[in-house]
């Protein structure tokens, strides 16, 4: 790893953990001074969240040694590290939404008095308005419930817990994921303000445009180990990249000869969106468009999922409104941007999630034989290089990146010729989006046709071949995708003109 001048706030050497026969880390190294920026990446897998858990004292390490402040450092479990001063801020919200703001940032280590140990509401309120004050956000009331704040002020709120017990190290797991651009600037502008106070932050991201913009230095890991390092402003995306995956990434997005076929699926008009719009057989369609544009609810609305409140929709030779399961009969299937409630069943096998939505073939007079069932599913591991131990492996035991290809193979498996993918790449890592990628270009040089919806607007200039946006919940024209760029679409999504 690159070396760190200077003492460092955190040191973490030759840290070594398994699991049974699997080695999740493999003698890994991180240090981060104080006052610094260390972006920690790396595939779904590679051992980030093993390491992290390490450090927030969830997991116990099989060898190595930590170092807080030059200090030997050893926490039995997270409240005793959180008293160290680690602070960790994952991707899925870890507050209690039925307190309020107060009662979150100091949950665990309440201020009391006297002899029976009364909370001291008082104090509680105290430490909140200065925790809160401190991070420039004194509009925040310590009395609301943390339910009725948004997504970046719950974040916020966390952070606040984090100062209020005097953080020393700020880790942040992929804490854009479901933040506005408004709010990721807000965020980007208090982690650099943390920064300057001394606080080290390590910042996980699948995002390479956020490491690059926010982080001082990058560690990469891969399959366990350490892979490379350095400043970020001295490396491209491309060298991280490669770093991440193991080998040299000159086109993340693939694009072999596409030929235009005949329209399938035809919107006329349809409420909510207003939306117009031709999908034709060999082409990638995309919306673009802010969170809260409506997007999703389109979507939804073309699967019948939600009911449609006015115009027209054709799929194929059928017109008209349908169910879910008239849509996948007509052959279309979608891919639901939120996985874990709604677009698998994390519970059952991957090979149950896989041929869920069609059992036809796989026994007679309706029967399932599961030896069927597991030769059915190992075909489309095998195409998608699904990492798992067996198709008879539960979905809630893979990475996320490997969940989505069982989200994406139950599509294939289905054989619907319109593929609707919300959000198809979202939380997982660089290796898995371009495997994706590289199956959406395979599906319509094969004369399937894909309708992608993306907050990442350089997947849908390198994916799609025509691009409508949706604003303010009406959805544009689609354009071929070279009348764009990133400028253009943020301004059209934004309900400005790009000039």
Known sequence: MQPVPDASRLEMRGIRKAFGATVALDSVDLAVRAGEVCALVGQNGAGKSTLMGILAGAITPDAGAMRLDGAPYAPRDPLEARRAG?????????????LTVM???????????????????D????????????????????EVLAADLSPGAQQLVEIARARAIGCRVLVLDEPTSSLTQADVA??????RRLADQGIAVVYISHFIEEVKRVSDRFEV??????????????????????????????????????????????????FPGAATLTLHRG?????????????????RTIFGLEPVRGGRIRVANYSGAAEPHDRWSQGMGLLSEDRNREGLAPGLSIADNL?????????????????????AALRWIDRLAIRCADARQQVAELSGGNQQKVAVARLLHHDVDVLILDEPTKGIDVGSKAEIYRLIDELVRGEKAVLLVSSY?????????????????RLGPAREVLEWNEHSLLMEASGARAS
């Open 86 to 98: 680690i602070a960790m801020i994952h991707q899925e919200r870890s507050l209690a939404t039925h």
């Open 103 to 121: 009662e979150n940032i100091v949950l665990g280590v309440e201020p009391t008095r006297g002899p029976l140990g009364v909370v001291h509401r």
């Open 123 to 142: 104090r509680m309120r105290q430490v909140a308005e200065s925790a809160l004050a401190e991070l420039g956000r004194s509009d925040i009331s310590p």
């Open 186 to 191: 807000r965020l980007f502008a208090l982690i």
């Open 221 to 270: 890991l891969r399959d366990g180990r350490n892979a490379g390092g350095g400043a970020t402003p001295d490396a491209s995306s491309a060298t991280i990249v490669g770093l991440m995956v193991g080998r040299s990434v000159a086109d993340l997005y693939p694009r072999g000869p596409r030929v235009r076929g005949e329209p399938i699926l035809d919107l006329d008009d349809v």
């Open 283 to 299: 082409e990638v369609v995309g919306i673009a468009g802010l969170l809260g544009a409506g997007r999703t609810r389109l979507l």
């Open 355 to 375: 041929t869920l939505s069609h059992l036809s073939g796989l026994g007679p007079r309706g029967l399932v034989f599961p030896s069927r069932q597991r030769l």
């Open 457 to 473: 607007f350089p997947e849908l200039l390198g994916v799609c071949d025509r691009i409508a946006v949706m604003s303010r919940g």
